[in-house]
């Protein structure tokens, strides 16, 4: 069987690590697998770029195992352009054609670059790959103010790390609140004035322009202020990368369509990681962007593809921010306002602050600030979709402790 993976991410080594173990399925024929990579490096763990970048972690930490015992064509620095599904082949940009009998889409996510005047300027830099980090590591170096645009976890986690090396640190946000996909108003503002008191400026509700300088970027405007900035920042977000599926029959919303086996509209083709648009709780759709995902994900797309038959459960996204003092994480998500019964503990002496989001007696979703130790059971409780109404008296005995207030 000849299978093309396109990506070299965790989603792509989960899946072969799936391929080499079941490989018996095969029914005599061999794996013959080719995987297409825009990047020339080994697969690595983007999860762990900031701690790379400051030094925090070496080249070979966060580094994949690649083989699994199963011998791969590896063709790197190679980008593929088109998905010619009618004939079942991949064209890459210098022309060459890929054959395949099963497609795996693993080709993760790029970051958006925000309408901001200036943003192509030398000094204003992304994190998403690990040249990025590469050149990020050599401009910190010589750097004194740091800006990040944008308070999600890579601008907030890349600010704690800068900040900790002694940078002077300003986070701009456009929302009124930082972390805005993973916790709510009241947390974030508990997780904020912690990392305030670490010296990290944050300018909320607001926008920046324009990123000011001749060729080199020195600042970034914000309403009628000008910030000074040696090093720009963008975490804006990412959006999939799905450009060479235009001509292709396969199916894309805000990302590729799949369903609970990762298959993709198009019969052999799958997708899995950043890139796949999965069902949600409800019925509807979400791209869930993260390490955890991407994992289980390309493992059941990579059973599925060789002929077994497993479903992937939803699986909740894990946030973890890397470097808050104290711990600050996210279980699953808070679907708009939907209404929900909210279960919360604080503890203000221990700095430890937890809520539950309860909707149709099952937990959609779980923040926390100074307490790590229940992520498993909350995530088991999400995954699960179980019903809460026979362990509410326990939830409220000994999860959170003696004082439990419901919203």
């Known amino acids: 069987m000849r299978i093309v993976v396109i990506g070299n991410g965790p989603a792509a080594m989960s899946a072969i690590k799936a391929i080499a173990a079941h490989k018996a399925m095969l029914s005599g024929s061999k794996a013959d697998v080719t995987i297409i990579s825009a990047e020339t490096c080994q697969a690595y763990s983007p999860m762990f770029l900031v701690d790379y970048l400051t030094g925090a972690l070496q080249l070979d930490q966060i580094l994949l195992r690649e083989s699994y015992g199963l011998a791969c064509r590896r063709l790197q620095g190679e980008k593929a352009t088109r998905v010619c599904d009618e004939r079942n082949s991949v064209i890459l940009e210098n022309g ?5 009998d099963r497609l795996l889409i693993v080709s993760g996510a790029s970051p958006i670059v925000p309408a901001i005047r200036g943003v192509e300027k030398e ?43 002694g940078r002077n640190v300003s986070v ?17 503002d508990r997780a904020e004035k912690k990392m305030r008191f670490l010296g990290i400026q944050f300018m909320l509700g607001a926008k920046a322009s324009e990123i000011v300088g001749s060729k080199v970027s020195t600042g970034v405007v914000v309403g009628d202020k000008e910030i000074e900035g040696d090093l720009i920042l963008v975490a804006t977000g990412v959006m999939p990368n799905v450009d060479f599926l235009e001509r292709s029959n396969v199916t894309i919303n805000k990302g590729i369509i799949v369903d609970e086996k990762m298959r993709t509209t198009v019969p052999n083709i799958y997708a899995a990681g950043d890139v796949a648009e999965s069902i949600d709780p409800y019925g509807g759709r979400e791209i869930l962007p993260n390490w955890y995902n991407s994992a289980e994900q390309g493992w059941i797309a990579g059973c599925n593809l060789i002929g077994l038959d497993i479903t992937c459960p939803y699986s909740p996204p894990v946030s973890v921010l890397k470097g808050a003092e104290p711990a600050v994480v996210a279980v699953g998500r808070v679907y708009g306002d939907a209404g929900y ?29 100074g307490m790590v130790d229940k992520v498993g059971l909350m995530y088991n409780y999400i995954r699960g979709r179980k019903d809460l109404r026979v362990i509410k008296e326990e939830l409220n005995r000994s999860v959170f402790g003696a004082t439990l207030m419901c919203h």
């Open 96 to 100: 060459k054609e890929i054959e395949y």
């Open 341 to 369: 019964e909210i279960l919360s503990y604080s503890d203000t002496c221990r700095g430890v602050y937890e809520k539950m989001f309860l909707r149709d007696q099952r937990m959609d979703a779980y923040q926390a600030i």
């Open 172 to 188: 701009i946000e456009a929302v009124d609140h930082i972390l805005p996909q993973m916790l709510d108003k009241e947390l974030a």
């Open 123 to 165: 000094g204003v830099f992304f994190l998403n790959r690990l040249d990025d980090a590469e050149r990020l590591s050599r401009r910190i170096r010589i750097a004194t103010k740091v800006i990040a645009i944008g308070a999600g976890m890579v601008g907030v986690e890349a600010a704690i790390a800068f900040r900790k090396m």
